[in-house]
């Protein structure tokens, strides 16, 4: 009976879900990525700050500003983190 359920509502789900397409507006590099998160500070404008590290490799965390700006100009490939 639940099995059955999960499978009704496993199918429901993917023929209600829509195709969504994505165009790349470039990247920016991130050494060893683990927790991106968007972030802000009161007032400020939104970040991305991450948290890097990896298993032979000392952790950082990393800011990035200007997402907004850069999506809006198309400029994510300027974007650095520091």
Known sequence: ?????A??????CAAATTDINFTSMGK?????AAFPTLSKFGDSE???LVSSFGAL???AIT???GLKDAVTNNTVS????V
């Open 28 to 32: 920016f590099k991130v050494s060893n």
């Open 78 to 81: 300027k974007l650095k983190s």
């Open 1 to 5: 009976m639940i099995k059955t359920f």
């Open 46 to 48: 939104d970040f991305l």
């Open 63 to 65: 800011v990035t500003a």
């Open 57 to 59: 490799s000392s952790g």
């Open 7 to 12: 499978s009704v509502t496993l199918a429901a």
